[in-house]
């Protein structure tokens, strides 16, 4: 591995790239049964700094573990959704629903939406945690009580179910390629 670590290198610097050794990440991809039986060493050098393996590398703003599992993706999107929510909420008695579901869309739906496609065919419970945050986004837009049924609501807004929002993702970038 050493030795194509540094064929990379050399291969940057002949075409005028650099590589931040200082940046640089290091993670091995394996299934979690394999994962047992290989033997990993603590660190490697990339030019002239020493590298520590990652169990996760974040990259364009999509987290991945060594597993190639989403989630910490997801969790960390549901977690800054939920805190632009919060935001959301704080400010909601002052706006119209148009104006929260202009903020909604901007600040939930986008990130709920940006690289959903890595999401296809994952684990249900990764998809049920991203829907929860936009049921709960239709609630706050809409001002519906916790306890109702939300579905009628989110065809009210247009709002597709996050599952249907990947698919529709997919055929979008497929009829692109095509």
Same mark, same amino acid.
């Given at each position: 591995?050493?030795?194509?670590?540094?064929?990379?290198?050399?291969?940057?610097?002949?075409?005028? @790239?650099?590589?931040?050794?200082?940046?640089?990440?290091?993670?091995? %991809?394996?299934?979690?049964?394999?994962?047992? +039986?290989?033997?990993?060493?603590?660190?490697?050098?990339?030019?002239?700094?020493? %590298?520590?393996?990652?169990?996760?590398?974040?990259?364009?703003? %999509?987290?991945?573990? *060594?597993? @190639?599992?989403?989630?910490?993706?997801?969790?960390?999107?549901?977690?800054? !959704?939920?805190?632009?929510?919060?935001?959301?909420? /704080?400010?909601?008695?002052?706006?119209? /629903?148009?104006?929260? !579901?202009?903020?909604?869309?901007?600040?939930?739906?986008?990130?709920?939406?940006?690289?959903?496609?890595?999401?296809?065919?994952?684990?249900?419970?990764?998809?049920? +945690?991203? =829907?929860?945050?936009? *049921?709960?986004?239709?609630? @706050?837009?809409?001002?519906?009580?916790?306890? !109702?049924?939300?579905?009628?609501?989110?065809?009210?807004?247009?709002?597709?179910?996050? =599952?249907?929002?990947?698919?529709?993702?997919?055929?979008?970038?497929?009829?692109?390629? +095509?």
């Amino acid at each position: 591995m050493q030795l194509c670590i540094n064929d990379v290198k050399s291969w940057m610097t002949v075409n005028k @790239l650099k590589l931040n050794d200082d940046k640089t990440e290091i993670m091995l %991809v394996s299934s979690k049964q394999m994962a047992h +039986k290989l033997t990993i060493p603590d660190s490697m050098i990339v030019g002239d700094a020493t %590298v520590s393996f990652s169990k996760s590398v974040k990259n364009l703003g %999509v987290t991945l573990d *060594n597993h @190639l599992e989403m989630d910490k993706h997801v969790s960390e999107t549901v977690r800054v !959704a939920n805190y632009q929510l919060r935001r959301i909420a /704080s400010i909601r008695h002052y706006i119209t /629903s148009d104006a929260a !579901a202009t903020l909604v869309s901007a600040y939930i739906l986008s990130r709920l939406d940006y690289c959903n496609s890595l999401l296809y065919n994952c684990h249900d419970y990764l998809v049920d +945690k991203l =829907q929860v945050v936009m *049921n709960n986004a239709a609630r @706050l837009v809409l001002r519906i009580p916790r306890r !109702a049924h939300i579905t009628p609501h989110l065809v009210s807004l247009h709002w597709l179910p996050v =599952q249907d929002r990947i698919s529709y993702k997919l055929a979008s970038l497929y009829f692109q390629c +095509k």
